[in-house]
């Protein structure tokens, strides 16, 4: 029996390691799969989350092409809203084929005029190569691919130049053929990985070993047994057999019925008994449950209502990128003073004021520049929830040693990129408001769910630094710690009437600027609202023959240092204020920042 059980395991043992070698090698399966396609000639291809998802794993992309190719990813109706009219190549997936598809969905829009994917703020990421890209991606649910190529002929000339073109007699030649030329075609393919680990290969290998040692141990045992037991050997001599029990025989009873005889119980009788009064038991309880569940049905679960929510506007991930390229395209236009070029990233506002501080510093080199925006941490990211255009995302950015910034971007369509409308210093604590992941909707300029709506806030505040606590809406708005008022406010208006010669005249006057508020909600159902409000000064000469004399930044900007009919300056000064709710009657207005210079001076008309 020994030998037995030694050769059973051995045999076991060299079935369990073979098995396990052969899911490694022989039985092992392919290592990814992968398909291969040849788009059409449309100028960009998008390849949808259901194509990526198609197989599990890492999705492995790499195209080829003339060109320097553009692999970029996003949200799939960030990508969609990108390419908008112009036309593309779907690359789908056939389940039956287990094959790549293709397919050209027209537009309207010329190929010419589609613009190159890099630098979007709408991708996640991007990556560049020439004539050869291959990058692996995870993309989950809800993100797509886009693919462009910008075509670098053999001779390294700009394609895009459009060359002139031959008419037919009659016809006049206006390059429409040059861009009517289609895009090049991109040899794409995409691998999945493919699980072939064979996770049962470890165990049956060492289960093997295992069952080997145990063989061999029992097969020495059976020889050390054997040899342990020769020898003579006696034989065992019969016992004799036990006496048979006396039966009770049954006495008869009156009557004539015999008493049954009392037999032996057999073995095992007790424990069938048990057995089946247990399954009566269990049965007879199976069938009350059974009655139960029947009687009395679980209710049905209620639906639960599902609300909508807009996605946010931007990521965390993405809002850094963004400010990366906000603050370098800014620093680089300091540097040069160049408009055009802050043009790029800045707008509203913020830009006027910077364009004119560059204006200034042409005219006059002494005048110190404006302060970079901080960029070194990020306090506060608040994008709006909303899935159309335009799209706002408020934030608050410091750098060490330096007061905290609140800026407000906006990107107005899909293929603009972020902008920087208002760059205030703060001054105050910015409420607690929606972590990133969330967001908040930006609220309409004329809600009334604050104290004031957002439109009337640049009056009334105006109306505050000209009249000061004598203003209607000084009670609105909280004094302490607005150091603007001390430098703009009505005390500084009236000095500057006191100093002013006999011989000239000054009005101050302001109102809101031309750029609607940007509100959003705090978690407090307060709003954080930024807004413009131009100040303007107006000196005029009061007797005949007597000129007003500019100086500083007037005279820079303006170009005048005397006129005799008057100057005109118009200081833009950007407001960021928080606005209680309207329930909340024993708050008021407070200034969270500002920032102000000039932006405009000229002579009378």
Known sequence: MRFVVAIVALVLAAA??????????????????????????APLTVIDAA???ANAGTQSIEIAATGDI????????????????AAYNQIGWDAETQELTTEVVSGSEPAAEVPSLVGSDLWLREFTGTDLLTRKINAPEGISVIIGVDPTPADGTDVTTEAPVEAPEGEEADGSAAAEEPSPPLDLSITWPLDNSAPASGPLIIGGIVLLLGGLGAFLWALVHTRGSRGPRRSTPKLPKRPKPPQLKPEKRRGGKPTPELEPARAGSGRRRAFVAAG?????????????????????????????????AVTPGQFDSILVDVVGAVADADEAADATLAAERLTGPALALRTANYAIRTADATVAPLAAIPSESVEVILPEQTDTWPRRVFAVTRDSGVQAVGIMLTQESPRENYKASYIV?????????????????ALPPTNGFGL???????????????NGDESEFADLFEAEGDSLREQIGAEYKAKQRAELPTSATIDFTNGPGEDPPVAFGTN?????????????????????GAAINTKGQVKALSGKS?????????YGVQLLFYVPPASATDQKIVVLGYAQGLVAAAEVG
């Open 562 to 570: 005397q006129s005799t009919r008057g100057i005109v300056a118009t």
């Open 425 to 441: 210093t703060l001054i105050a604590s910015v409420p607690d408001v929606a972590p990133p992941e969330l967001g908040a909707p």
């Open 280 to 312: 009566a038991i269990t049965a007879g309880m199976l069938l009350l449950s059974g009655c139960t569940v029947a009687e009395q049905p679980a209710p049905g679960a209620s639906e639960t209502p599902e609300f909508a929510m807009s996605p946010v």
């Open 524 to 544: 407090d159902s307060g709003q954080i609202v930024a807004v413009i409000l131009e100040d303007v000064e107006t000196v005029k000469p009061v007797e005949a």
């Open 51 to 53: 194509t990526l998802n």
């Open 452 to 466: 004031l709506a957002p439109d009337e806030l640049a009056a009334a505040y105006g109306d505050v630094l000209i």
């Open 16 to 41: 369990a390691i073979g098995l396990g070698v052969a899911q490694r090698t022989v039985f092992a399966g392919p290592a990814s799969i992968s398909s291969s396609v040849v788009t059409g000639d």
């Open 70 to 85: 553009v692999l970029a990813y996003g949200r799939t109706a960030d990508v969609m809203a990108w390419v908008g009219d």
